[in-house]
Structures are given as structure tokens and as C-alpha cells.
């Protein structure tokens, strides 16, 4: 079965950085989309970038655009989201996600079938 292990997060102050890991294993990823998503207290959850991992193609929230960087490594079934100049309303639970279900780069959350824990990113002002 697919398994999706987020780490990477924590406190940081506005303008700093982090990049989150997204460990997955219990399939050859490599006909999958993987996304991130985050959700903040009281709000949806809200789609942030996603990849197809084998063409390497991408997609990112306006909101987030210039900022973030999702990539991937074959090797280690990892994917990675780098984010640089935070800000406050980065605060959320990140998580990733991943779905077979067809060729796109897929912005909603229901079009993914598997999702990680999640891993909390709190940007202080």
C-alpha cells in the first residue's frame, strides 16, 4: 500500500525557509502525480504545487508562486518542497499526497487518493 511520510517542519520567522520531505513508498511512483496541500486553523485545505514525477512537470498556487519549489529524487522516492520567503499566512499543516489516476498535474484535493500525516509549518512575524 502507498505510505506518504511528511517531515521537514517546524517554526521559522517571516522571510526565512524550509524544505519539506515527502517520503513514499509501497509503489513505483512513477506514473503518479504528487501534490502538496496545506491547510490552515478554520480554512480548506488548499492545493500549494504538485509534480508528475516521471515528465517532471509542475504546477503552483499563485499564492505561492516565485516562492516554492517542488522537486523530486528517483532515487530516494522522495519529493521535496523547498519554501523560501516566508510569511506569516504560510502557517498551516502541510501535506503530501499522491494520485495514479490520471496524466495531469491535478489541482484538487479529491483527485488524490493517498495522503500523508501531514507536518506543521508555523512562519512568525
Known amino acids: 500500500q502507498v505510505q506518504l511520510v511528511e517531515s521537514g517542519g517546524g517554526l521559522v520567522q517571516a522571510g526565512g525557509s524550509l524544505r519539506l520531505s515527502c517520503a513514499a513508498s509501497?509503489?513505483?511512483?512513477?506514473?503518479?502525480?504528487m501534490g502538496w496541500f496545506r491547510q490552515a486553523p478554520g480554512k480548506e485545505r488548499e492545493f500549494v504545487t504538485a509534480?508528475?514525477?516521471?515528465?517532471?512537470?509542475?504546477r503552483y498556487a499563485d499564492s505561492v508562486k516565485g516562492r516554492v519549489t517542488i522537486s523530486r529524487d528517483n532515487a530516494k522516492n522522495t519529493v521535496y518542497l523547498q519554501m523560501n520567503s516566508l510569511k506569516p499566512e504560510d502557517t498551516a499543516v502541510y501535506y503530501c499526497a499522491a494520485t495514479n489516476s490520471g496524466l495531469h498535474v491535478y489541482t484538487p484535493a479529491l483527485r488524490y487518493h493517498y495522503w500523508g500525516q501531514g507536518t506543521q509549518v508555523t512562519v512568525s512575524s
Open positions: 509501497g509503489r513505483t511512483f512513477s506514473s503518479y502525480t
Open positions: 509534480i508528475r514525477w516521471e515528465s517532471g512537470s509542475t
